[in-house]
């Protein structure tokens, strides 16, 4: 059973960047597709970003691209999600997840207040 702690959330002002980090145990980690999705106050929980367990492939929602960076490491079962230039509509709950053939784990989420 896979685990997911995530950390890494606060406050920050618009422009201003966070890296949220996600820590996984009791599992194969590296065979999993780690992503981080988000959701917002009143919003659906929405997809961020995903990288393959190669470290090969990596996809952003458009919203994201060119700001945000995903990114493992196998060794230390860690996935990171860096974050630049951040917004006010980034605002939300963020989540780590775990994937092998469906979204099947999630953390507990970390919270993510960007001030305009």
């Known amino acids: 059973q896979v685990q997911l702690v995530e950390s890494g959330g606060g406050l920050v002002q618009a422009g201003g960047s966070l890296r949220l980090s996600c820590a996984a145990s009791?599992?194969?980690?590296?065979?999993?597709?780690m992503g981080w999705f988000r959701q917002a106050p009143g919003k659906e929980r929405e997809f961020v970003a995903r990288i393959s367990w190669s470290d090969e492939i990596t996809y952003y929602a458009d919203s994201v691209k060119g700001r945000f960076t995903i990114s493992r490491d196998n060794a230390k079962n860690t996935v990171d999600l860096q974050m630049n230039s951040l917004k006010p509509e980034d605002t939300a709950v963020y989540y780590c997840?775990?994937?092998?053939?469906?979204?099947?784990?999630w953390g507990q989420g970390t919270q993510v207040t960007v001030s305009s």
């Open positions: 009791g599992g194969l980690f590296s065979y999993y597709v």
């Open positions: 997840a775990a994937n092998k053939g469906t979204w099947a784990y």
